[in-house]
């Protein structure tokens, strides 16, 4: 079966670095994402890795192994409007997104 | 950028009734759009695939009869939840896929609350 795997919660302070991980099991794959969502908020783009390797944008930055079938989403500089959910979601050779059940992040002063 | 609308951003209706959602796709053409639910504290969990012209592939479990989905052009989906109950209090969100985008580009509408009473 397809399984995409991420913490339950994560607690981070503010001005602090944190990185969530995603573990995944699918039929193929055409690209992993990172999506933000705000609580009663639809989700929005965070990123998107197809390749091996980091990107970086701005205090975001999102990693991928498809060797390993992990990827990861780094935060710096925590604000606390990065209190969130993040999920990840992988498509599929059949370019269906998969998604896993999302990280709650939670940020302290 | 590309923008997802939807309507009506909330609605309470009693059981038994049916309510009608639209997902516009505002700025591009979108061959194919998806309906997703979300209960809370859960992640989303599609419904169905719609694509322009034809009829929608629903998920195992969704029923079609109650959840009718016609995607009549290629700027708009509707889903219609028929004889609505308290089980079927959700949010409910569509994405739509651009037409002429790379085939992962995704963009999602801002949510429909439902609340059956």
């Known amino acids: 079966g397809q399984n995409i795997d991420q913490p339950t919660e994560m607690t981070a302070t503010e001005g602090a670095i944190v990185q969530i991980n995603c573990t995944y099991q699918?039929?193929?794959?055409?690209?992993l994402f990172w999506y933000q969502q705000h609580a009663g908020e639809a989700p929005t783009f965070l990123s998107y890795?197809?390749l091996d390797g980091l990107e970086e944008k701005g205090r975001f930055s999102s990693f991928l192994s498809r060797s390993k079938g992990y990827s990861y989403l780094l935060l710096k500089e925590l604000q606390m409007k990065d209190s969130a959910s993040y999920l990840c979601?992988?498509?599929?050779?059949?370019?269906?997104?998969?998604w896993g059940a999302g990280t709650k992040l939670i940020i302290k002063p | 950028g590309a923008v997802v609308s939807q309507h009506p951003s909330w609605v309470i209706c009693k059981s038994g009734t049916s309510v009608k959602i639209e997902c516009r796709s505002l700025?591009?053409?979108?061959?194919?759009m998806f309906w997703y639910r979300q209960f809370p504290k859960q992640s989303l969990m599609l419904m169905a695939t719609?694509?322009?012209?034809?009829?929608?592939?629903?998920e195992q479990g969704v029923e079609k009869d109650k959840f009718l989905i016609n995607h009549a052009s290629l700027t708009l989906s509707t889903l219609t939840v028929t004889s609505a109950h308290p089980e079927d209090s959700s949010f409910y969100i569509c994405?739509?896929?651009?037409?002429?985008?790379?085939?992962?580009?995704?963009?999602f509408g801002p949510g429909t609350r439902l609340t059956v009473t």
């Open positions: 700025d591009f053409q979108a061959t194919t």
């Open positions: 699918t039929s193929g794959f055409n690209g």
């Open positions: 994405s739509a896929r651009d037409q002429v985008g790379p085939d992962y580009e995704q963009y």
């Open positions: 979601a992988v498509t599929d050779s059949n370019y269906q997104l998969i």
């Open positions: 890795n197809v």
């Open positions: 719609s694509n322009e012209g034809s009829k929608a592939t629903y």
